[in-house]
């Protein structure tokens, strides 16, 4: 988005961060940090080798000739890994043996140049500064290298973050705050971003049975933390998350269900806000039916038994017995456009779930019993409960998993319109 006036200026919009979310680390930063180092290295070569071409004392060109050695060594080991932050994934080993090719191909020419300059009897002084101009071409030339070009997501992470360990200490890296650079390029090739992104948004669907694996708080938040930034109006940020596990959900879980199950109790309770239209015409009702079908036929529930209906349904409110449980809250004086909002947000927490080969369930089942909820959440009064998500690995050997539901194809929801003409 560009400001009036200030076109070369691009804004971004500051988002509410996760709590906690500074204990990640600046890659970006550390990146640089690390060609910073490289360059320094380069630079302590040539300054020492410019040093010792003076009359410092034996002892202290003895000192100072074995830093050249240390540091020039250093710069060389490091800057393997630095090199292979430059090349994607499928041909990094070819492309650094490439780049160490070139290098040991500069150390079988480097002796005959300096063997063909001592034997113009210049002075000792002017061979070592005719040297270390080597050492100032490299420095330049690492420090002045386009970190944009970076390839990989996993090299801006490890190799740099190892390398720069012994430069900073670690208790600085953990401070740095984590900032999502939404202005930087892919770390993927273009299709092979395309097909990655495509595949999470085609393989998330509902799941209705998960393991018992525990979720990573981690994972948890890195969803979160991705999903904030969710296309939002104005940038309002309507979202309001409850996460829930361990003791705290099956306290829920157990309310909710105390309710469910008595008749007496649920009766004429009503949901925080219409999901479902009041009228259900074609095709939708026919869509809820289909899915309504193919998941008890699945199950093996007939049509007529309600017993076995309500079990299948009240499994919703163990969070389809998934370790960890989102709550999803908003501000009552906000309107319709705010659901939109919550809708992308919602979305993208799913995606950035398969991202990390987690699964999710979103459910309007909680809306009945938002009471419930807000009293053992204590969810404040001015917030409404949206739904309900459950999230964790899925047990495939569930049959209830199988079922993949139909959506209707591009053509059969857009119109196309060109030169005034309407294309199906």
Known sequence: MESQGQSNKRLTTGRVPYPAFLTSTNTPLIHHHFSVRLG???????????????????????VIVFNVGASSLGTQLLAYTYAGDFYPSTIRSAGVGFASGAGRFGSIVAPVLIGWLVSLNLPFKQNL??????????????????????????????????AVICIVPPNFLRAIPMIKNRLSKPYLPPELLSRTIDWAITSRRSIRAFRQDPVSHDDIEGILDVARFSATG????????????GEIKSLL??????????????????????YYPREWTSPYIDRRRQLGWELYGLLGITKGEKKRMHQQHGRNYRFFDAPVGLIFTI??????????????????????????????????????????????????ADQMLVCGMSLG???????????????????????????????P
């Open 40 to 62: 320094a290295d380069f630079g302590v070569c040539l300054k020492l080798m410019a040093m010792a071409g003076f009359s410092l004392g034996s002892a202290l060109n003895v």
């Open 129 to 162: 500064i005719v040297i270390s101009v080597a050492g100032l071409i490299g420095a330049l030339a690492v420090t002045l290298i386009n970190q944009s070009q970076v390839d990989s997501t996993q090299a801006k992470k490890m190799p740099a973050l190892s």
């Open 234 to 245: 104005v940038n309002m940020q309507p979202w309001r998350v409850h996460v829930v596990t």
């Open 253 to 274: 879980s157990s309310a909710i269900e105390e309710v469910d199950n008595d008749p007496e109790l649920s009766q004429g309770l009503e949901d925080s806000y219409e």
């Open 331 to 380: 501000d009552r004086v906000l309107q319709e456009g705010s659901l939109l909002d919550y809708g992308m947000f919602l979305q993208s927490v799913m995606i950035a779930a398969r991202g990390r080969g987690l699964h999710t369930c979103p459910q309007a089942a909680f809306l009945k019993y938002h009471q419930v909820i807000s009293e053992i959440l204590s969810i404040p």
């Open 393 to 423: 690995y899925a047990d495939e050997t569930r049959v209830e998993n199988s079922l993949v539901t139909d959506r209707e194809p591009v053509s059969a929801f857009t119109t196309f319109h060109h030169n005034n003409k309407e294309t």
